[in-house]
């Protein structure tokens, strides 16, 4: 058996590989060349990459300075010095990124001194792009830098709604009316932003005193605002997407001074223009133009004349005849748009010059439609309709309803289960017309025979909305009556308009247009008084009910010296008489 020695020698196939001559030891050499000091290793002997001493690092390069070796090994791979930088120097920039952060997180002081070097910025901007304008008027690249540093303090501004208290100081300083004239600037973008800036001091929102917000505006109106809004807004062009942020803006700025725009002649008509543009699909402007001039009909009694007088109402009912059968797409612009001009014809019919108007433009007609054929448009016709028919003016309108046979819609609706706003409107429409049309005229006697008919199923109905209201009132009423017992005297008149909103969405309104409807009808009918007699019988109650609902109606009036109240006055005395 063959041994291990034997298994492990040596192969007998002669080697392919080169032997190199015998040399001396290596070790020899190094000794010897140190030794030598005039010694070449050249000279010496051949020696190899092996004959060279090891070391720990294969780092190539000269030496690295003393202060810099601690950087040098965190550079994995070895190619640079460190950071270039002593440490010396890494502990102060180390210093001033730390006071930098402590200043950061200090919060900013905003007081008088704060304002008066904002505003000497803002001037000073100003200035300097008006100066370079000029200088460079060919040369635009020249004046664009300024132009751009005007822009960011325009936009720092807007810190000031946050802080009202300081509007009075920022307009002694006359920076408002610089304000104010940057809507007339040549960059667009500038003007846009000023009148973002005049929007927002301006809105609603700021908590802002009557007083503060009275120097404010006052200030800009006085630098000649509204005429510089109403060039801005003939010179921007809608069809680009920062103009048309620029209307948008410039819209949302002005239902806070709605009462001086109605002696702004060019605003109201440019509005109703641009509410009237034909569009295949309604924008924003559209419907933001119609939502502002909502916002001005509803603020001012001037604008309401000014709008009826541009023959509004006209221009608004064609507007709203495409909607007689067809509704717009629900939560888009279009929809909002249509409520906004329900809304400005709504509030201008309360006006007499505002109901004829509204009867030229077959207005009665227009809203039959809606309430038979019309779904989003029913309720906001019924309540135009309403306002229509209300007031000592309203006979007209309720003399027309009737020769247009609309007395067959309302009691249709009438007998049907619907929402409590609808309701509400046509218990209004019927106490407007008892009360409007004249007696014994033809439009009375067949408004009378719409109550009679049928068994007085209209008078049930009545009786049965009476209770149902009633019931409502009642339960307010004893919430009342326990709080009044823990306040004192003076304590109650403070709560006496809070207790009067709480009666109103119980349904008061409702239920005082109920008894003047049955106390009209057991006035002028025998049958309707015994067969409203016994429905109240049929409960234990008598006519004292009604009494009191109209008793309290005419304490209302007597605390009022409106002249428009007297007629009503005496229509409620006559009645209670006749109770």
Request: aromatic share 6%; glycine share 6%.
């Amino acid at each position: 058996m063959a041994s291990i020695d034997d298994l492990f020698k040596r192969p007998t196939i002669p080697s392919q590989k080169r032997k190199l001559n015998a040399t001396k030891d290596p070790n020899e050499i190094y000794k010897s060349i140190k030794l030598n000091g005039k010694a070449n290793v050249r000279t010496n002997g051949q020696t190899t990459v092996a004959d060279e001493p090891e070391e720990d690092d294969d780092v190539a390069g000269p030496e690295l300075p003393p202060d810099m070796e601690e950087e040098a090994g965190n550079d994995e791979e070895g190619r640079f010095f460190g950071g270039g930088i002593t440490t010396d120097t890494a502990e102060v920039l180390d210093f001033i990124d730390e006071r930098d952060q402590e200043a950061l997180a200090r919060p900013e002081i905003i007081d008088s001194a704060w304002v008066r070097k904002l505003a000497l910025n803002f001037e000073r901007k100003i200035s300097k792009n008006a100066e370079l304008r000029a200088k460079f008027e060919s040369a635009p690249q020249k004046f664009m830098g300024s132009e751009a540093d005007l822009d960011a303090d325009v936009k720092a501004l807007s810190i000031l709604s946050e802080h009202p208290e300081l509007y009075q100081e920022f307009a002694q300083l006359g920076c408002l009316s610089s304000l104010v004239s940057l809507l007339s600037h040549e960059n667009t973008d500038i003007a846009i932003d000023a009148i973002e800036i005049i929007g927002e001091l301006t809105d609603e929102d700021v908590e802002a005193e009557q007083a503060q917000w009275d120097v404010l505006v006052d200030a800009m109106l006085d630098a000649g605002l509204l005429d510089l809004l109403y060039q801005i807004l003939s010179r921007f062009d809608e069809s680009m997407e920062s103009d048309r942020i620029g209307v948008l803006e410039n819209l949302s700025s002005r239902p806070s001074i709605a009462e001086l725009i109605g002696n702004d002649k060019p605003m109201i008509p440019w509005l109703i223009s641009r509410a009237q543009t034909r569009e295949s699909t309604v924008s924003q402007n559209k419907q933001y133009s119609a939502e502002v001039l909502a916002i001005l009909l509803q603020s001012s009694a001037t604008n309401r004349k000014r709008f009826i007088e541009l023959d509004g109402i006209d221009a608004f009912l064609q507007l709203l005849s495409a909607y007689r059968k067809r509704d717009p797409e629900k939560g888009t612009e279009e929809e909002e748009y249509v409520e906004n001009v329900f809304d400005c014809v709504t509030c201008c019919v309360d006006e007499e010059g505002g109901k004829q108007k509204y009867l030229d433009g077959e207005g009665i007609e227009l809203c039959l439609i809606m309430l038979k054929e019309g779904k989003m448009s029913r309720p906001r016709a019924l309540r135009l309709m309403d306002h229509a028919l209300g007031g000592p003016a309203g006979i007209s309108c309720c003399e027309k309803l009737v020769e247009a046979a609309g007395l067959k819609v309302i009691f249709t609706m009438f007998m049907k289960k619907i929402d409590t706003q609808s309701t509400e409107h046509l218990l209004g429409i019927l106490a407007s017309m008892l009360r409007s049309l004249p007696g014994d005229s033809a439009p009375r006697i067949r408004l009378l025979g719409k109550f009679v008919e049928k068994n007085y199923e209209k008078i049930d109905r009545l009786m049965q909305l009476r209770r149902d209201y009633s019931s409502r009132v009642a339960n307010v009423d004893e919430t009342i009556k326990s709080e009044r017992a823990t306040l004192s005297a003076r304590e109650q008149v403070e709560m006496a308009d809070e207790w009067l909103s709480r009666r109103l969405d119980a349904g008061l309104f409702s239920l005082q247009s109920i008894d003047n409807t049955l106390a009209w009808l057991v006035a002028e009918d025998d049958g309707a008084r015994a067969h409203t007699k016994q429905l109240l019988a049929d409960r234990d109650e008598t006519f004292a009910i009604m009494k009191t609902t109209l008793q309290e109606q005419l304490s209302g009036i007597n605390a009022s010296v409106a002249e428009d109240d007297t007629m009503r006055k005496d229509m409620l005395e006559t009645l209670i008489a006749f109770l």
